[in-house]
C-alpha cells in the first residue's frame, strides 16, 4: 500500500461508524458481480442467436467455456502466487481490466478463433484471479464475521449473473444495426 493509500484508509476508518473491512468486502464484490459477464448463464442467451447469425454450432459456441476452464487449471498456481507475491488489490484490477477487454474484444469476434480468445479469456478471469483474490483478501481482513463476508461476496456474484443476464436478453432483443 502506497502512502496516499494508506493516509486515505486511515482517515476513512477513523470516521466509519462501522468496520472498514466492509468496505474492501463492497470493493471485492464489483469484481465478483463484473466476473459474472463471461459466465455461462450468459452466454447461454447468445448461443442461439450467434449459431444463427454466424451459422456456428452450439458445440463451437460451448466449447470456449471448456477452453477456459481447462486454461483455469494451468494458470490457478500462478495466479496465487501472484496474488502473495504482488497482492490483491494490483492483481483484482488488472484482472477487471483484462475482463473489460475481453468482452469488448467479443464485439468484433465474427470468426471463432477470436470468439474463442475473447470469451475463454474473460471465463480464465471469471474462475482464478478473482476467486483467489476474494478469498485471500477477505481471509485477511476477517476472523469473526469471515462467513458472512465471504457470502456478502457471492451475493454479488449472485446479483451480478441475475443483471448480466437480463442486460444481454435487452441487448439482443433491442439489437439493431442502423
Same mark, same amino acid.
Given at each position: @500500500?502506497?502512502?496516499?493509500?494508506?493516509?486515505?484508509? &486511515?482517515?476513512?476508518?477513523?470516521?466509519?461508524?462501522?468496520?472498514?473491512?466492509?468496505?474492501?468486502? %463492497?470493493?471485492? /464484490?464489483?469484481?465478483? %458481480?463484473?466476473?459474472?459477464?463471461?459466465?455461462?448463464?450468459?452466454?447461454?442467451? %447468445?448461443?442461439?442467436? @450467434?449459431?444463427?447469425?454466424?451459422?456456428?454450432?452450439?458445440?463451437?459456441?460451448?466449447?470456449? *467455456?471448456?477452453?477456459?476452464?481447462?486454461?483455469?487449471? !494451468?494458470?490457478?498456481?500462478?495466479?496465487?502466487?501472484? *496474488?502473495?507475491?504482488?497482492?490483491? &488489490?494490483?492483481?483484482?484490477?488488472?484482472?477487471?481490466?483484462?475482463? /473489460?477487454?475481453? @468482452?469488448?474484444?467479443? %464485439?468484433?469476434?465474427? *470468426?471463432?478463433?477470436? !470468439?474463442? @480468445?475473447? !470469451?475463454?479469456?474473460? &471465463?480464465?478471469? !471469471?474462475? *482464478?484471479?478473482?476467486?483467489?483474490?476474494?478469498?485471500?483478501?477477505?481471509? &485477511?481482513?476477517?476472523?469473526?464475521?469471515?462467513?458472512?463476508? #465471504?457470502?456478502?461476496?457471492?451475493?454479488?456474484?449472485?446479483?451480478?449473473?441475475?443483471?448480466?443476464?437480463?442486460?444481454?436478453?435487452?441487448? #439482443?432483443?433491442?439489437?439493431? #444495426?442502423?
Amino acid at each position: @500500500m502506497n502512502d496516499i493509500s494508506l493516509f486515505i484508509a &486511515r482517515n476513512l476508518c477513523a470516521r466509519l461508524p462501522f468496520y472498514y473491512g466492509w468496505v474492501v468486502v %463492497f470493493a471485492a /464484490g464489483t469484481t465478483t %458481480f463484473a466476473r459474472m459477464a463471461p459466465s455461462t448463464t450468459t452466454l447461454a442467451v %447468445f448461443v442461439s442467436p @450467434m449459431a444463427d447469425e454466424f451459422g456456428w454450432s452450439r458445440t463451437l459456441i460451448a466449447g470456449s *467455456v471448456s477452453l477456459g476452464a481447462l486454461s483455469s487449471i !494451468f494458470i490457478s498456481p500462478a495466479v496465487g502466487w501472484a *496474488v502473495d507475491r504482488y497482492g490483491v &488489490r494490483l492483481i483484482l484490477a488488472g484482472s477487471m481490466v483484462v475482463l /473489460g477487454v475481453a @468482452m469488448v474484444s467479443l %464485439f468484433w469476434a465474427t *470468426v471463432p478463433v477470436f !470468439f474463442y @480468445m475473447g !470469451f475463454a479469456t474473460g &471465463r480464465v478471469i !471469471f474462475h *482464478v484471479p478473482v476467486q483467489i483474490g476474494t478469498g485471500a483478501l477477505i481471509s &485477511r481482513w476477517f476472523i469473526r464475521k469471515r462467513g458472512r463476508a #465471504i457470502g456478502v461476496i457471492y451475493l454479488a456474484g449472485a446479483i451480478g449473473g441475475i443483471v448480466t443476464v437480463q442486460i444481454a436478453s435487452l441487448a #439482443i432483443s433491442n439489437w439493431s #444495426i442502423g
